[in-house]
């Protein structure tokens, strides 16, 4: 593994600051000569009141901020919501009345150039950056499903720069619809809220997703078949991605795909068990941070700038900061 801290340098000195601002949750960290001196993580208030929010994403900013040596230059957000390229909100599922309003508002104060990426794509960043993966596709699993891929060192874009949202590949096309308007999608299949409505069947019991991690770790028979049903779903979508592009990894990440240990072995057997002859598989394991790929991603970002989002070489020695 190679060491994916932000390095220091000229521009970082005061150190970065590092946001993920999730569909249930606010995460900040805030990292100086490469250590972490800053880390909080705050549930939204309850209720979808964009103001509320707002104020408490911009109190938390100024308390990170604190408790840097320097004033951040830059600060890196990773968005769950879909932002616009003058960082309006586009659209936003879990906090519709955000959309419309500028998720930047709340950093003016800082004074720092922010920096906004989707929140998966930098989970993938911070995934290939920390297991040198050239090649490498990341999967999220939590209140959404959301994806990232690097191809060759560098991030895929696509034409409209959102390239690898695996959560929206059709797996079940008879399945339940998705928040897009689609049927099947592996969001609609295997996000928090779709597992924990399969274990509410399998158990004949209401069930959270928190409960199903508790169900897996005991292997409760119930919890198993919603786990197989999550891993046979993802292996669907997976097996379509390797075919595609070839990725050398996968991981597989998110705070509920974090929690569910053994969910990666279940979908690497699904994915050895269709194999063709004489073609490698993608290993795939759990996300090297956790649930906190995003929150390393937004990091990345604010260490190195906005080239990585941009298809850079991210292992180029020459390649910007
Ligand atoms: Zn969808």
Avoid at 64 to 83: E, F, K, S
Avoid at 196 to 213: D, F, I, N, Q, Y
Wanted: aromatic fraction near 2%; include cysteine.
């Amino acid at each position: 593994m190679t060491d994916d801290r932000p390095r220091p340098h000229a521009d970082t000195a005061g150190g970065v600051l590092a946001v993920d601002i999730g569909g249930t949750k606010l995460a900040l960290r805030a990292v100086a000569a490469g250590t972490t001196v800053h880390e909080r993580t705050v549930p939204w208030p309850a209720g979808d009141d964009a103001e509320a929010d707002s104020e408490l994403l911009e109190a938390c900013v100024a308390e990170a901020i604190a408790a840097l040596p320097g004033a951040p230059v830059r600060i890196g957000v990773a968005a769950a919501p879909n932002v616009g390229a003058d960082a309006t909100v586009l659209s936003w599922p879990n906090r519709p009345t955000w959309v419309g309003r500028s998720l930047s508002a709340p950093f003016t104060g800082s004074g720092a150039e922010v920096l906004f990426g989707d929140d998966a794509t930098l989970a993938a960043l911070a995934e290939a950056v920390s297991t040198a993966g050239r090649d490498l596709a990341y999967l999220g699993i939590g209140t959404g499903v959301g994806g990232g891929l690097v191809s060759g060192g560098r991030l895929l874009t696509g034409a409209w720069g959102t390239a690898g949202e695996l959560g929206h590949l059709v797996t079940d096309p008879r399945g339940p619809r998705c928040r897009c308007g689609t049927r099947g999608c592996l969001q609609a299949v295997v996000s928090a809220e779709a597992l924990a409505a399969h274990a509410t069947a399998a158990r004949g019991l209401p069930t959270s997703s928190a409960e199903l991690v508790a169900g897996v770790e005991r292997a409760e028979p119930w919890a198993e078949r919603t786990l197989d049903h999550a891993a046979d779903s993802i292996a669907g979508a997976l097996r379509v991605l390797a075919e595609l592009v070839q990725p050398a990894q996968i991981r597989i990440g998110g705070g509920l795909g974090a929690a569910l240990a053994p969910l990666p072995g279940r979908v690497a057997r699904r994915l050895a068990a269709t194999a063709r002859p004489g073609r490698p598989l993608p290993e795939v394991g759990p996300a090297v941070h956790g649930p906190h790929s995003s929150l390393a991603g937004a990091a990345l970002l604010a260490a190195r700038g906005p080239h990585v989002l941009n298809g850079a070489d991210l292992f180029h020695e020459g390649s910007p900061p």
